[in-house]
């Protein structure tokens, strides 16, 4: 790829993400989990496939707030480039991203909540009652790698692109 359209495409990737995270959307359907998986599948250098959902959702935290999650969250982003990498399927990485995502987010919710009692059955019920949100996490994060795999392999196939 050439590099100014890999600077571009990575600008472009941080700035949509960002943008997205603050319109307004239904709970847990964003964009975070796919670019993780596009990155991780399509950048070839290391940092940027890591720091580009990192960057972008620094960027977002920076207008919404920023939050006790971030410390979870941002690593599970992190090893969601890393599944990216290693499966290099974007079923796989979008099935194992998000459960994984699920399963940490909400260990955290269940850990720092008052809502939930710190006893196997509080955790049963923190994880039950997040089963709604698990379903927009992994509707949103097959749909949204989707497009960005197609919309990034149409781009590419372009005359612009083959010009630039």
């Not at 796919?34 to 070839?44: E, Y």
Request: charged residues 5%.
């Amino acid at each position: 790829m050439n590099k100014e359209i890999h600077k571009l495409v990575i600008v472009a990737v941080i700035l949509g993400l960002a943008f997205f995270r603050l319109i307004p959307h239904p709970p847990n359907f964003t964009p975070v989990l796919a670019i993780s998986i596009f990155a991780g599948i399509k950048f070839k250098n290391n940092l940027f496939s890591y720091l580009v959902p990192i960057i972008a959702m620094f960027l977002s935290d920076a207008f919404i707030g920023f939050h006790s999650g971030m410390y979870v969250i941002y690593p599970t982003l992190i090893l969601t480039v890393l599944i990216a990498r290693n499966f290099n399927s974007i079923n796989s990485a979008a099935l194992f991203s998000s459960i994984l995502f699920f399963i940490v987010t909400n260990f955290q919710v269940w850990i720092m909540s008052a809502s939930y009692s710190n006893t196997l059955s509080g955790m049963i019920e923190c994880y039950t009652l997040a089963l709604p949100f698990f379903s927009m996490t992994l509707l949103s994060t097959f749909l949204f790698s989707y497009c960005l795999f197609y919309g990034f392999s149409f781009f590419s196939s372009t005359s612009l692109y083959q010009k630039v």
